[in-house]
């Protein structure tokens, strides 16, 4: 009996819970998959791929119904968090794993190893062998599995980022079927980036052009990497050739993005022929782009003093005219003071980059406004350096980086942050040695505390910081999970 069907334009999928259960709940059948109508447009392998679980499922649907009803009766009050453990915890109990990876191993057929060896040269890297083939694609019927929930609930409760709600249901499903020895998304992630990439020369033109709307390649790796995950992945059918298939796919959106998305044209500038008022084609050209830079420019000035405003206001933070005076002669700009702060202030102003629009002044007095946070809210560590006096002539104190990384990664902490608040850059960032590079420059630098104004007036002297590392690389790590 076929017991997921498609209707209304395949805007519906529909399950038969009331023959399955022989109850009258026909009213808890549908499915909406219009909050996300790419996913429309696959109905008929949604459909495909369901009817394969629930006919060789016992706890599907039960499991199915449940979740439904969740979503029907809590509404407002069934929260992401409790429905994404739902999703992945009673939607993918171990038979339904079991029936997917069944499937996947006895119907797939392309042989990728073999195609690989009998190339004459291999990227390790970039090569996608059978075994990672079949973890998406497995992966890839999970998906199809779970997606008319998805939406449903998207339908019902108002999810302010639902490309971000998937890429967290997707990542976890992905884990599912992984194995320890395979990181799947991060060789994603480095085949969509070493695409663009390669693009930087053969398309210099219409890099220079992004590069004008803040657009970088790693950005355009990101965007890049949420479409595949999210729009691409579940649509792959079984037995499918994955790497021509996403080499065709990264060619597409490039070419989209380069030719579509942005169109530019281009008018050759006369610099002989001038108009009645004597300007040349350059003389307005460069007439507009220093107005543009004016506007711009006042427009960066407003939102930061509106911003420094809105965050004393909101922080409950007052600094006198004597108190902004001490600072202004005495704080040092450093560039860990300015990693800090970026870190920091990125959250409330939008971006980082707005702080680079920022006179001394301004500058200044957003470190108070740090280190007054900081300090009001048990950072007493990062808070000494947001105004620390970097020592310039001292002598380094060495650390084990290697040994002191791998305490770090097995921290609770740390632990928390990979898990729950950074699970898909949190690889990254311990690949390029950011966090480590902070934590063993705080720690292996001489920095003098700056007293406070207060302070300054009592009569107290600057102090060396003197912190252990593990004291350091606790606090930042609390840090790291506020922003």
């Known amino acids: 009996m076929t017991l997921v069907t498609r209707k ?3 805007r519906i999928i529909s ?10 709940i026909s009213r808890m059948n549908d499915f909406s998959l219009t909050r996300k109508r790419n996913f429309v447009n696959i109905a008929d392998l949604i459909s495909e791929a369901m009817n394969y679980v629930f006919d060789r499922s016992d706890t599907i649907a039960l499991n199915y119904l449940t979740v439904k009803y969740k979503i029907e009766s809590l509404q407002g009050e069934y929260d992401e968090e409790q429905f994404v453990a739902d999703v992945v915890g009673e939607i993918m109990t171990p038979d339904v794993i079991a029936t997917i990876n069944a499937y996947v191993d006895e119907t797939y057929k392309i042989e990728l190893d073999q195609q690989t060896s009998t190339s004459k040269s291999v990227n390790e890297e970039l090569q996608f062998t059978d075994d990672h083939a079949k973890i998406i694609l497995k992966t ?27 890429l967290e249901i997707f990542g976890r499903l992905f884990e599912i079927f992984t194995t320890e020895e395979v990181d799947i998304l991060n060789k994603l992630f480095k085949l969509i980036d070493s695409r663009i990439i390669s693009t930087r020369y053969s398309d210099r033109i219409i890099w220079s ?26 649509k792959l059918e079984n037995n499918r050739n994955i790497v021509s298939y996403l080499h065709v796919v990264l060619k597409n959106l490039i070419k989209y993005q380069f030719t579509i998305n942005f169109p530019i044209s281009y ?27 004016e506007g711009v420019s006042l427009i960066n000035k407003l939102t930061i003093n ?21 600072y202004m002669k005495t704080v040092q700009i450093n560039k860990m003071q300015t990693n800090l702060l970026f870190l920091f202030f990125s959250k409330h102003m939008g971006s980082y980059s707005n702080l680079y629009n920022c006179d001394h002044e301004e500058y200044v007095i957003l470190c108070i406004i740090a280190r007054k946070w900081l300090e009001s809210n048990n950072f007493p560590i990062l808070s000494q350096f947001m105004t620390a006096i970097p020592e310039k002539y001292t002598e380094r104190k060495s650390i084990n980086k290697k040994e002191f990384l791998n305490k770090l990664i097995n921290s609770k902490k740390f632990e928390n942050l ?18 480590i590079k902070i934590i063993a420059t705080l720690s292996s630098n001489k920095f003098y505390h700056l ?33």
Not at 272 to 290: A, H, I
Not at 309 to 325: P, T, V
């Open 209 to 234: 052009y992004l590069k004008n709307l803040s657009i970088d390649t790693n950005i355009l790796t990101r965007q890049f990497y949420k479409k595949v995950i999210i729009n691409i992945i579940p």
């Open 8 to 10: 209304d334009k395949n």
């Open 451 to 483: 007293v406070s104004y207060e302070e300054f007036l009592e009569g107290v002297e600057n102090e060396i910081i003197d912190e252990k590392i593990e004291a350091i690389s606790d606090e930042f790590l609390n840090f790291l999970e506020i922003i």
């Open 267 to 293: 008018k050759p500038l006369n610099l002989n022929q001038t108009d009645s008022e004597g300007l040349s084609d350059f003389d307005k050209l460069e007439v507009n782009m220093l107005r543009a830079d």
């Open 140 to 166: 890839s019927m999970a998906m199809k599995v779970v997606i008319p929930l998805i939406t449903d609930y998207l339908s019902v409760n108002n999810v302010k980022k639902s490309d971000n709600f998937f």
């Open 418 to 435: 990979l898990n729950n608040k950074y699970r898909f850059i949190i690889p990254n960032l311990v690949d390029s040695g950011v966090i």
């Open 15 to 24: 399950i038969k819970f009331d023959e399955i259960f022989q109850q009258d």
């Open 306 to 326: 509106k911003n420094i405003y809105n965050l004393m206001s909101n922080f409950h933070i007052e600094i006198s005219k004597e108190e902004l005076d001490y």
